[in-house]
């Protein structure tokens, strides 16, 4: 009898829910997307409802047509964005929106925190490289000095899978792959940081329970069953950072294996089986989405740049794209494809939210440089999809440093849907770009994996990748004609970055 898993990925512009069979076959899919309140440059929230009911629109929509039972959904995964934060009270009811992952409002409380935990400690903590505003720590600490009062009401600080988990089942737990980023998790005892809690005012009593990746939790409340048209006896399992079970979901769960992933972040993951320390405090070390395995990481603001792109300045390829039924991405990736590589000197600095590491700069912006007459939208299209290649390749520039290899990489996300960007890749990373028969489901796929295997549809993570993943027969392969001319290119997109920082720094008082 066929087994099937429902999956979340709960990610930063939308949630995607999955439905796959025991052999991982998709049943069906639905993405539900949403804006981001983004009342201020620094300001970026979510109000937790639009969560919920995104999920619940998915459920009926994979569920829509009657194929499935719900008694036949043996459980359920989830794959999460990381540090995106949420104070709920005792009722379980958030005291205010989610500070998404993004938000950079707590530029001084990371300063604070800096200046009481030296980065050696921090690094050797937790495995981040620096303190900066996106980390729940520094999330958490704004709180208490900026909404004090809101603060006291907070019964659990969660982040965003510990409160599906918590809304799906009543328990309140979480797990090593999300907890790694918030800087109050020591990611070598696996045990809360207790002298950073006693610094923000909070006990471990205000915090989820610990578990490991892919646990099962608990079944659904009948209430919370009936509400989504699922059945109580659906067991859920933790899950994993989005990147991780991304990863996971083409195959990535040895290390060698780079993989790369273009959605709302742009995020590369590469696995190591022991914890690892930067000396040049430029790559962060991550707990995987497996016990006991790690991996270096890296994600800062990327597809969400060409959403920006599309959303400001695409209004006649979205229009286009609406009448014929089409993907206005399609649509600007073709226009981009008429433009020669190195979009004739234009460079852009994908940077509209802050940089993450190797940079880890949140001062950093956007730009571009190099516009003339000669360059039209198309040129830009192509520039701003060169820029997330060239961040690719400055990733692997600092996994190489630390003695990992990259000869391969795994691409998923929406940026694996295009031939033009895929080959882009490769050519500017200089490596072969491989990609999953479905690499946007990646994510989905590497959650149903992790509570599949904590509910015994497979007996070991090994096994269940398999009998799911199946790569597609073809790679991009690096263009040799091409290297010279996107090396230099790369040498000046770092550059510009470089020649900036001071600006970037400056920005602050504009």
Known sequence: MTEYILSFDLGTTAVKTALFTDDGRLVAKSTQEYELIVPSALVVEQDVEVYWNAVKSGVQAVLGNGSVAPEDIRCIGISAQGETLIPVGKDGIPVRP???????????????LAEAFPQSELLRRTGQVSMCATWPAAKILWMKR??????????????????????LTGECVSEGSLLCSTTYWNIRTKQWWNEMLAYLGISASRLPEIREPGEAVGSIREEIAHELGLSP?????????????????????HPGVVTENIGAALAMCALVDKPFEDPEGKIPCFYFALPDMYMAH??????????????KFCQEELSVAERAGADAYDLMTGEA??????SEGLLVLPHLQGAGP?????????????????????????????????????????FEGLGIKVDEIRSLGGGAKSELWLQMKADIAERPVIVSQDPQDAGCLGAAILAGVATGVWQTVDEAVDKTVRLAPASAEPCVELAGKYSRMYAAYTKLYEDLCGMFAASRRF
């Open 98 to 112: 989610a500070i998404v992952w993004m938000d950079n409002r707590a530029h001084e409380e990371a300063e604070i």
């Open 146 to 167: 900026n909404e004090p009062e809101l603060f006291e009401q907070v019964d659990k600080f969660l982040l965003i899978e510990d409160w599906l988990i918590h809304r």
């Open 233 to 253: 006896g659906t067991v859920v399992a933790t899950g994993g950072l989005d990147q991780a079970c991304g990863a996971i979901g083409v195959g990535c769960i």
């Open 358 to 398: 190797p940079e880890s700069n949140t001062d950093a912006k956007g730009v571009f440089f190099g516009l003339t007459m000669r360059h039209t939208k198309a040129h830009m299209i192509r520039a701003i999809m060169e820029s997330l290649c060239f961040a690719i390749r400055r990733l692997i520039d600092a």
């Open 298 to 311: 890296s994600f800062t603001t990327g597809g969400i740049v060409f959403r920006w792109f599309r959303d």
């Open 337 to 342: 494809a008429n433009v020669p590589p190195g």
